[in-house]
């Protein structure tokens, strides 16, 4: 690449970013209240400025040029004069690189240094004074990208929202330790698109992956200084860039090639995305980014004194969604994943920060519109993370139609329910079929309820039922982060133990939640490695923690083989059946002329549950009866769907009961158990009003035979 370059034209003020035309590269920069931006290139290595380049036009606060000699490849960043007066809400400094806030690629590494700070760092003022270093040599780099990809036709698999199977992964923990991936893309998106992952995902059974971050992120100072680093990636710097760490080739296509892979095999990808603040942090955090380029404009200020950051998100900023090019960078920013990148959908972290125009959260934010009238995100899966940390910020049940909901409620009543807790069998009955407390109100389906017992924060399955305390020592925080209310239990012993019987009781109680998990109306979410026994030693919060701690680990010996197969059995039982996978709610009442309701809540003894014995405290063992032939679905064709029908028996009581068969007419087949070992029922059935032994701790799955089906 040659530099210094001499023609320098007007250029347009869009697209935002740097664009490559076939012919030259268009650059532009919003800023509102900049008084000078200049482009600054760098030599291919990103170590030396080569040139400073002044952009004189401006349309619409929009700065922009156009370098007709400039090619793909070429790194570049910015440098932004203005007023620097925090007590105004201004914090500009030309002394500092800025990436792109609209950078396809950023590529280097970023190496802290009192540098990367707008003021001077143990001065008396702290952040009113003004730091004069150069940050250069020590930012990455943004590079300016070729986009045209082949991609020969590829659409995403659409799956229906009632069909999905949605496994959360880390892209560099998945594959960082699986043997039959080359060891050169291990823990990349090439290694994630390999064969045998590929195949893995589809023996497993899941519909959806869903991508913790992959926004280019920074490493927060405090942890490299003590030896960590950021691995979740909650601490997004770049929203258009794929995090390059995760890249065996460093370039953008490989990302594409991920997806394009996954495709193929009938499997979607959805983002975990951050829009709610970014990796500046707080007034006395870095200037990156967003911060040089126009602070008052990027970010969420206290109106009582502009040097402060309202934060609603526990990370010291918060994104200032109020203004209309904050917007347009979060909408063009999810446009370009789906667009150019052919992503099926996103998780919104903490999303109801996303909502708040003034400081309360609002359902009918413009976010909300917005999105809801665009011709493409609107066609796209959307989830919300439906909480954050400031006030009112729990909305749980409250999103837009066209979103689904992480359900915590679920999460919370079934580690609870599992655990042996007492007064839950009423909400476990609520969760177990869709949560329509939460989301019929509004007219939403039971798909508006993402169900899981565990994800990436927390405890592992493993570990939920292994240890009743944290375990966050790694952390260097003195176990004091992460969740103290983690409704966990550890069957009698802390941590790992040889006892069989301790060890017995975990692996049924991991099939107890697992099979709740999937037998439930509404879309199940995996965590990764969670059918595989994963554990982190009893941390719960492991984002520091990039090493085997977190990593997969798949060498997970009988057990962990066991529960695996056990997760793919579960999984193809209810692909094989809508009736766990309904599309609409129970009603509660006869349907389709037969008698028998499309769903029943049984007591041990077989007879209907009354109202009474729903408030009983001491109740922990229920049945459910749901009729197949009462199903209202039809299939892609408009046809009726007909199934069978299911009675699945739940004990969170240490002893045995034995529950009456309901008098339905027929038979009854045992199907499922998970008082056993493969949780496979033994073979035989059982007729109407007999007694089945349902053991201590466990839930059985049967199948009725009707009688001209028996006959």
Excluded at 126 to 137: E, H, T, V, Y
Excluded at 311 to 327: A, E, K, S
Excluded at 403 to 432: C, P, V
């Amino acid at each position: 690449m040659r530099a210094p370059f001499g023609a320098v034209w007007p250029g347009r003020p869009y697209p935002r970013g740097a664009s490559w035309d076939g012919e030259g590269v268009n650059f532009t920069l919003f800023s509102e209240h900049a008084q000078k931006v200049e482009l600054c290139i760098f030599d291919a290595g990103g170590r030396r400025e080569m040139q400073r380049i002044a952009l004189r036009e401006q349309t619409d606060q929009v700065w922009h040029c156009y370098l007709p000699e400039a090619r793909p490849g070429l790194l570049y960043g910015y440098r932004v004069h203005g007023p620097y007066r925090p007590e105004d809400g201004h914090r500009f400094n030309p002394h500092k690189l800025l990436l792109d806030p609209y950078a396809k690629n950023i590529v280097g590494a970023l190496r802290w240094s009192d540098a990367h700070f707008g003021y001077r760092i143990g001065d008396p003022a702290a952040d009113l004074s003004f730091d004069r270093r150069d940050s250069a040599g020590a930012m990455p780099k943004c590079k300016v990208v070729e986009t045209a990809f082949t991609w020969d036709g590829d659409r995403g698999p659409q799956i229906p929202w009632n069909e999905m199977v949605i496994y959360e992964l880390h892209v560099r923990g998945f594959t960082i330790q699986h043997p039959e991936v080359p060891p050169a893309l291990r823990g990349t998106y090439a290694g994630l698109a390999c064969a045998p992952v590929v195949e893995y995902l589809k023996r497993l059974g899941v519909t959806t992956v869903e991508l913790m971050p992959v926004h280019a992120f920074v490493d927060d100072r405090s942890l490299v200084d003590k030896g960590l680093r950021n691995y979740w990636g909650y601490n997004t710097i770049g929203f258009f860039a794929p995090e390059r760490r995760y890249s065996a080739s460093g370039k953008v296509h490989e990302f594409k090639t991920m997806v394009k892979t996954l495709h193929s095999a009938g499997i979607e990808v959805i983002l975990d995305v951050v829009y709610n603040h970014t990796a500046e942090g707080s007034h006395l955090g870095p200037t990156l980014a967003f911060r040089g380029v126009d602070n008052a404009a990027f970010y969420r200020l206290n109106p009582e004194n502009r040097r402060y950051y309202v934060d609603y998100t526990g990370c010291g900023n918060t994104l200032n969604m109020r203004h209309p090019r904050v917007l347009q960078l979060i909408m063009d920013s999810l446009r370009y994943w789906v667009t150019e990148m052919h992503v099926d959908g996103f998780r919104f972290d903490l999303a109801a920060a996303l909502a708040r125009e003034l400081h309360e959260v609002d359902r009918l934010g413009a976010f909300f519109d917005i999105l809801r009238q665009d011709p493409v995100l609107s066609q796209v899966k959307l989830i919300a993370e439906p909480w954050d940390l400031g006030e009112g910020g729990y909305q749980v049940g409250n999103f837009p139609i066209g979103w689904a909901e992480w359900n915590d409620k679920y999460r919370d009543t079934m580690r609870a329910y599992w655990k042996g807790d007492g007064g839950l069998i009423n909400d476990f009955a609520r969760r177990l079929t869709g949560s329509s407390d939460l989301y019929g109100r509004s007219g939403r389906r039971p798909h508006a309820s993402i169900n899981f017992v565990t994800a990436h924060d927390g405890f592992t399955l493993h570990d939920l039922v292994s240890y009743s305390e944290k375990h966050n020592e790694a952390n260097l925080e003195g176990n004091r982060d992460g969740h103290d209310n983690n409704l966990s239990w550890n069957c009698g012993v802390e941590g790992p133990s040889d006892d069989s019987q301790v060890r017995a009781l975990r692996a049924r109680q991991k099939r107890n939640l697992l099979a709740t998990l999937l037998l439930s109306q509404g879309v199940p979410m995996l965590t990764a490695g969670d059918e595989l026994g994963r554990t982190q030693l009893g941390n719960n919060n492991a984002y520091c923690q990039d090493n085997a701690l977190s990593w997969l680990d798949w060498s997970p010996g009988e057990d962990g083989a066991k529960l695996a197969r056990f997760v793919e059995r579960m999984i193809g039982l209810r692909r094989a059946h809508p009736v766990f996978r309904r599309r609409d709610f129970f009603q509660g009442r006869p349907l389709r002329g037969h008698g028998i309701k499309d769903i029943a809540w049984l007591t041990p003894d077989g007879a209907e549950m009354t109202d009474e014995e729903w408030s009983k405290d001491y109740a922990r063992c229920l049945g459910v009866y749901v009729d197949g032939e009462g199903l209202t679905e039809t299939d892609a064709r408009g046809r009726p769907l007909r199934d069978e029908s299911f009675l699945a028996l739940f004990n969170a009581h240490h002893e045995q009961v034995p529950f009456h068969l309901p008098a339905y007419g027929g038979r009854w087949l045992a199907l499922l158990d998970t008082s056993f070992q493969d949780g496979l029922a033994p073979d035989g059935s059982f007729d109407a009003g007999a007694e089945y032994p349902l053991q201590g701790r466990s839930l059985a799955l049967l199948l009725h035979v009707r009688v001209d089906a028996a006959a």
